[in-house]
């Protein structure tokens, strides 16, 4: 049984919400200041050579930033030995949105998994996807950014810039951190029953690929062991 929002009159919803507006105003800052924060952190050279696969066949990464000066990297993880990719991947995908506004930013955005590029071109075309989707299977691209251990694949995002000549890493997020690109939570956040996660044994128990919602045997996420939620829950 779910608890439902005390009913009021509109006078008092409004003193509730305006107290509750305060509370946004101070979120809002304060992930002003973290924003601000971003572009003041070192950034590093990319020294090693990494191989990318396509449809338009071998890439470097400078090749991926399709001549503008920043690129965004999402680190989907569909290993070599999958037949379909990560299904929390898989909604931070649907959350993209068109690139075009992106791109106007001077910025490109691509996905990147260690599967090899005819799976991961059939699982586009399952999904519906235009994103540009490359295959780092043979580099050490996924290792050396932390994405592909011993235990498995794991979620994230890269973000690298060029100057031109030389390509620097400047930043990347992981874990809970990836909630940001969800963008159905936000929505959800905004509504009286929330994500309906409380009673679930994981919270990502609810998750499927967009076409399984109605298959009663489609699969779930399942026990996560990169999903640390408990430690790094806010």
Not at 161 to 186: A, L
Request: with cysteine.
């Amino acid at each position: 049984m779910i608890d439902l929002p005390r009913i009021a009159t509109r006078e008092e919803w409004l003193q509730a919400r305006k107290e509750l507006l305060e509370k946004e105003k101070q979120l809002t800052r304060l992930h002003d200041e973290v924003v601000a924060a971003r572009p003041e952190l070192p950034m590093v050279k990319v020294e090693k050579e990494y191989v990318f696969h396509g449809p338009q066949g071998e890439l470097s990464l400078a090749d991926l930033f399709e001549g503008r000066r920043q690129l965004i990297v999402r680190h989907f993880m569909f290993g070599p030995d999958q037949e379909e990719g990560c299904i929390g991947c898989s909604m931070q995908a649907d959350s993209v949105g068109h690139l075009a506004h992106i791109n106007a930013r001077d910025t490109t955005f691509v996905m990147v998994s260690r599967g090899q590029l005819p799976k991961l071109e059939a699982f586009k075309a399952r999904m519906g996807w235009t994103l540009p989707w490359y295959s780092s299977f043979g580099s050490d691209f996924n290792v050396d950014y932390h994405v592909t251990t011993e235990q498995g694949e794991l979620p994230g995002v890269s973000v690298f810039m060029t100057d031109g000549t030389d390509v620097f890493h400047t930043y990347s997020i992981y874990d809970r951190g990836g909630d940001i690109f969800k963008n159905f939570y936000n929505y959800l956040d905004l509504t009286p029953l929330g994500r309906q996660e409380a009673q679930l044994e994981q919270p990502w128990d609810w998750w499927r690929h967009h076409d399984k919602y109605d298959d009663e045997n489609a699969a779930t996420a399942g026990q996560n062991w990169w999903n640390r939620t408990d430690k790094f829950a806010t």
